[in-house]
């Protein structure tokens, strides 16, 4: 899955300089809001992948949890930071693309880098929540979690076209917000089938 994230933000990163050209924009903080709107779509689409196989892969090991102690809060949690920074690193892929393909000197290149961190961090956070929220829909789930990823993609894309770079501060707060919710909704999820499985062997 990570590897699918990666060719969707090389695609942005590399998308970005050209529609920059396409459309003459040549200053610093409109080439910026220009990368993150972009990246909006693809680091969206990479996290809900990537919050999706953190899921999976936390449920996969529910047995270990439970021996280690660790609640549905503390699960929560982990699996926000793991695909936070899955999404900060596909997030530095975008901005040092999209800094190499504009020519962007030193400081510009660095602001696309940390502004694709910061941006990939608070969208793949977001991943293991709408993940959490599809998961109890049952058949349903893979058309609830493309809705939910099309509504952050929107909501993100909107956020950037109004704020500018302060659509930094609204998603990660968001993010933090969205993170705390699925801490709480984790204990009353049902647990996975791995973990059945598991207690009944034992």
Same mark, same amino acid.
């Given at each position: 899955?990570? !590897?699918?994230?990666?060719?969707?933000?090389?695609?942005?990163?590399?998308?970005?300089?050209?529609?920059?050209?396409?459309? /003459?924009?040549?200053?610093?903080?409109?080439? *910026?809001?220009?990368?993150? &709107?972009?990246?909006?779509?693809?680091? =969206?689409? %990479?996290?809900?992948?990537?919050?999706? *196989?953190?899921?999976?892969?936390? &449920?996969? &090991?529910?047995?270990?949890? /439970?021996? !280690?102690?660790?609640?549905?809060?503390? $699960?929560?949690?982990?699996?926000? +930071?793991?695909?936070?920074?899955?999404?900060?690193?596909?997030?530095?892929?975008?901005?040092?693309? %999209?800094?190499?393909?504009?020519?962007?000197?030193?400081?510009?290149?660095?602001? !696309?880098?940390?502004?694709?961190?910061?941006?990939?961090?608070?969208?793949? +956070?977001?991943?293991?929540?709408? %993940?959490?929220?599809? &998961?109890?829909?049952?058949?349903?789930?893979? $058309?609830?979690?493309?809705?939910?990823?099309?509504?952050?993609?929107?909501?993100?894309?909107?956020?950037?076209?109004?704020?500018? @770079?302060?659509?930094?501060?609204?998603?990660?707060?968001?993010?933090?917000?969205?993170?705390?919710?699925?801490?709480?909704?984790?204990? /009353?999820? @049902? #647990? #996975?089938?791995? =973990?059945?499985?598991?207690?009944?062997?034992?």
């Amino acid at each position: 899955m990570m !590897l699918r994230g990666a060719l969707l933000a090389t695609l942005g990163g590399l998308i970005t300089p050209l529609v920059c050209r396409g459309y /003459d924009v040549e200053m610093p903080a409109a080439r *910026s809001s220009v990368s993150l &709107q972009i990246a909006a779509f693809s680091l =969206a689409v %990479a996290g809900s992948g990537v919050g999706a *196989s953190v899921l999976r892969a936390e &449920q996969a &090991q529910a047995w270990m949890l /439970d021996a !280690l102690g660790l609640g549905g809060g503390a $699960r929560a949690g982990a699996a926000a +930071a793991a695909a936070g920074i899955a999404g900060g690193v596909l997030g530095i892929v975008h901005g040092a693309l %999209a800094a190499h393909g504009l020519g962007a000197g030193p400081g510009l290149g660095a602001r !696309l880098a940390v502004e694709g961190a910061v941006w990939g961090m608070a969208l793949g +956070a977001v991943g293991p929540w709408a %993940a959490r929220r599809a &998961q109890v829909l049952g058949p349903r789930r893979d $058309r609830v979690g493309a809705i939910r990823v099309l509504i952050t993609v929107g909501l993100a894309t909107g956020a950037v076209g109004l704020l500018g @770079e302060l659509s930094l501060v609204a998603a990660g707060g968001g993010a933090v917000v969205l993170t705390a919710l699925a801490a709480r909704k984790a204990a /009353d999820l @049902e #647990p #996975p089938r791995s =973990a059945h499985r598991h207690g009944d062997a034992t």
